[in-house]
């Protein structure tokens, strides 16, 4: 069983930051890419960043220059830090991990909960 838990969302003021964090547990050997979703009321979930095992990012247009997604392989985490944020950033930002391997088995496409980021004065 693998399991992705986010934190650091919360209420933030235009032009302020926030640094999201999301942890894999479990009897983990590695994960792949792992990367950041979101999804904006009456809105389709959307890619956010993602970063590879090996340091290769890949940003959404709309977050290119604000955000920054980095992880620690060791501790199975990957963050993302939002810089400039703007209303148009709230959301429900979700972690995803592509590939993981576990004893006997590899999952795809893990899913966290969420985490709620209000951007508003």
């Known amino acids: 069983q693998v399991q992705l838990v986010e934190s650091g969302g919360g209420l933030v003021q235009p032009g302020g930051s926030l640094r999201l964090s999301c942890a894999a547990s479990g009897s983990i050997f590695s994960i792949d890419t792992m990367g950041w979703y979101r999804q904006a009321p009456g809105k389709q979930r959307e890619f956010v960043a993602s970063?590879?095992?090996?340091?290769?990012?890949n940003y959404a247009d709309s977050v290119k220059g604000r955000f920054t997604i980095s992880r620690d392989n060791a501790k199975y985490t990957v963050y993302l830090q939002m810089n400039s944020l703007t209303p148009e950033d709230t959301a429900v930002y979700y972690c995803?991990?592509?590939?993981?391997?576990?004893?006997?088995?590899?999952?795809?496409?893990?899913w966290g909960q969420g985490t709620l980021v209000t951007v508003s004065s």
């Open positions: 970063i590879t095992r090996g340091g290769s990012t």
């Open positions: 995803n991990a592509d590939d993981v391997r576990v004893p006997f088995r590899r999952y795809l496409d893990v």
